[in-house]
């Protein structure tokens, strides 16, 4: 059983959890992900690992309830236990020194980036972080990537907090002064690294994103996790979750992703009335 150690809310629906799972904090990689099952009916949902501890056994991942499943596990407490954590899965991060780079993380994305900067960093490159968020109360692990990175910038939608303005803004600055990088980095929502790549793409700057598709076994034999990738079909699981964000199909992507925006809104709807008539039932 993989048994919650520590829980902790860092912003509204978003959730880190530290979790028992010795064998895989000891094996990860930056980049690496686990497959997850709450319940022993629940849907798997892949988590990217944000930091491990091979000495107390421990792995770290961090949740924003979208959906039913999500908000399922962020009602899990300290001493609940996830039936299953599958991995570490996928092809770790290719961290290289390559001098200057950008890391990009958007919304909950900066979950994802954070190992990516830290190694990035221990590598000896130069790392300028930008974390992007709506707004204030929505931005989190400011203190983690400002450790991490020689430059943090922040930057909110509605400009309560650090620079006003899209991820992209910021980046675009930097590529035009005089500390343009090698390589940048991008995770979040869909629509923010395909706008990066198009940043990025007429300076030929290389770009790496990470991709969360759909994913049902995390093996590459289900399929779920399609995408086209230079024209060929790449399984995320097992190919990425890493890619060339130049050659993404990022439009047939964002179209599969929303195949089942309906279903999961229904799911949703009835999760949030159970949670709600399980909250009313008084305890005796
Ligand atoms: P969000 O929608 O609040 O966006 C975060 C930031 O991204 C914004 O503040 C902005 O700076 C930037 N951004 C968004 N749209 C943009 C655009 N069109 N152009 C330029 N910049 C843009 O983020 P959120 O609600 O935290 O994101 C949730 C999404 O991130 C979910 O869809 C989730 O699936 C996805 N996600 C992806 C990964 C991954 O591995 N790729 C990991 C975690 C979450
Ligand atoms: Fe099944 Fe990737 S999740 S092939």
Redesign the pocket.
């Known amino acids: 059983m993989y048994v919650i150690i520590e829980k902790e809310t860092l912003a509204p629906k978003?959730t880190r959890f530290v979790v028992q799972a010795p064998l895989i904090a000891k094996k990860r990689k930056a980049g690496n992900?686990v497959i997850v099952r709450a319940t022993e009916t629940g849907e798997r949902i892949?988590l990217?690992i944000v930091d491990s501890d091979p000495v107390k056994g421990t792995i770290t991942l961090?949740i924003?309830a979208?959906g039913k499943t999500t908000h399922l596990i962020n009602n899990l407490n300290t001493d609940d236990s996830f039936i299953d954590v599958a991995g570490p899965l996928g092809e770790p991060t290719p961290i290289e020194n390559v001098g200057k780079t950008v890391c990009?993380?958007?919304?909950?994305?900066?979950?994802?980036i954070y190992p990516i900067a830290r190694a990035l960093k221990s590598a000896g490159n130069r790392v300028t972080s930008?974390v992007?968020?709506?707004s204030k109360e929505?931005v989190i692990l400011e203190k983690e990537m400002a450790e991490t990175s020689d430059e943090l910038i922040v930057?909110?939608?509605d400009g309560s907090y650090g620079v006003k303005?899209?991820?992209?803004?910021s980046l675009n600055k930097i590529i035009t002064s005089d500390n343009c990088p090698q390589a940048v980095y991008a995770?979040?929502?869909?629509?923010?690294?395909?706008?990066?790549a198009e940043v990025t793409r007429p300076h030929g700057i290389r770009t790496y994103?990470?991709?969360?598709p759909l994913m049902m076994d995390g093996t590459g034999m289900c399929g779920a996790c399609r995408v086209t990738v230079g024209g060929e079909m790449k399984f995320a699981c097992v190919d990425g979750?890493e890619f060339d964000a130049h050659q993404i199909a990022f439009d047939e992507l964002i179209a599969r992703?929303n195949t089942y925006r309906d279903l999961e809104k229904t799911a949703l709807d009835a999760c949030a009335r159970e949670l709600d008539e399980a909250r009313e039932v008084p305890h005796g």
């Open positions: 978003i992900f892949p990217t961090i924003q979208i990009i993380g958007g919304g909950v994305g900066t979950a994802v930008i992007g968020a709506r929505l930057t909110t939608d303005g899209f991820v992209t803004d995770i979040g929502p869909l629509p923010m690294m395909r706008a990066v994103v990470s991709l969360n979750p992703n």
